[in-house]
């Protein structure tokens, strides 16, 4: 892991971020922003028009020209998976990241069907390996509420309408989409379900209300934190800046942490979703180090989950772009 440490990019130049109106505090869309929604909901469109099977192929053939002519994030794939497996052929880690695009598109189209999903019909698609498991699992939710342990793997969004399908009130930690647009379209094809979302900004004290609901609050755990939010913790053998919100919650309120993925089954539309034994916070005393020791369990269960399902997982995040003090850039 050394090598890989000790290898930098090229200075990249900070680019120049674009300037919202705001209203009371919220972003206002602009031109760029309205024609970036009009576009995608008209793609939707035409992918719901067409059968789930046909529309999952159109899918595949978009994420293959994504992939081909999508540069950027495809570097960004193929650095992580050079960090992530520096055993693997370059062949195999091409293999992976195109696997990983597949999954977005696909999911892209399961997305755009939501709406048209009967209740029956969406719990076909997604199916607990062990529904008894889970049943025991979600138990605590009467008493404490429960932390679920997550990220941007397999269709994400598809596992926590499961949740809500499922008559559990589910509250989501949601990093706010550029386009304002697009943010509250997806926010409200999450409340279909029952979701609600809590901007990450506002998370803090909606978090801990969620919980005194007694309902189940995902918390993506997997993308990177900048420095001051988060904490470094081993994630494939490289120090990650992680998100220590997760470890801070269950520590407060001795909630359980129960992790839960949804695993796509082939080229299909059906999805299992794997629910890992409970977790419960460890405590030393020590307050900060507790806050380290814990996230460093959970990033060691998530990172299981993706040796065993790396085409499942998002890969063109720059999951490593905050380092510790003195320590190189890796893009």
Not at 76 to 84: C, S
Not at 288 to 304: C, G, H, L, P, Y
Request: glycine share 6%; no cysteine; net charge positive.
């Amino acid at each position: 892991m050394a090598a890989i440490a000790e290898r930098t990019l090229a200075p990249v130049p900070a680019r120049r971020r674009r300037m919202r109106a705001t209203v009371g505090g919220e972003s206002q869309p602009g031109g760029r922003d309205w024609l970036e929604y009009l576009a995608l909901r008209a793609a939707f469109g035409a992918l719901a028009a067409l059968p789930l099977g046909a529309a999952l192929r159109v899918g595949e053939l978009a994420a293959l020209v994504a992939y081909l002519l999508d540069r950027r994030h495809r570097r960004v794939g193929m650095r992580n998976l050079e960090i992530a497996f520096p055993e693997k052929p370059i062949r195999e880690r091409r293999r992976i990241l195109r696997a990983s695009f597949l999954n977005l598109g696909r999911m892209a189209v399961e997305l755009a069907h939501l709406p048209r999903l009967s209740a029956e019909r969406l719990r076909d698609m997604v199916r607990f390996a062990d529904e008894e498991w889970w049943r025991e699992a979600t138990s605590w939710e009467r008493s404490t509420g429960v932390l679920v342990l997550s990220g941007h793997f397999g269709n994400w969004e598809l596992l926590v309408f499961a949740h809500g399908m499922r008559g559990h009130p589910v509250h989501m930690v949601h990093r706010t989409i550029a386009n304002p647009l697009l943010d509250r379209w997806l926010n409200a094809l999450r409340a279909r379900a029952g979701t609600r979302t809590i901007r990450k900004r506002h998370a803090a004290r909606a978090v801990l209300a969620a919980l005194h609901e007694r309902g189940l609050l995902v918390l993506p755990f997997d993308q990177n934190s900048t420095r001051g939010l988060g904490v470094f913790v081993d994630f494939f053998g490289v120090p990650a800046s992680t998100n220590a919100g997760l470890a801070r919650i269950a520590l407060r309120t001795d909630a359980p942490i129960v992790p839960a993925f949804i695993v796509r089954e082939g080229r299909s539309a059906r999805h299992r979703v794997h629910v890992l034994p409970i977790m419960q916070v460890e405590r030393t005393g020590d307050p900060r180090a507790d806050v380290v020791r814990n996230t460093q369990r959970f990033s060691a269960v998530f990172e299981d989950m993706v040796r065993r399902h790396p085409e499942q997982w998002l890969w063109m995040h720059k999951r490593w772009k905050t380092r510790p003090p003195g320590a190189p850039r890796l893009y």
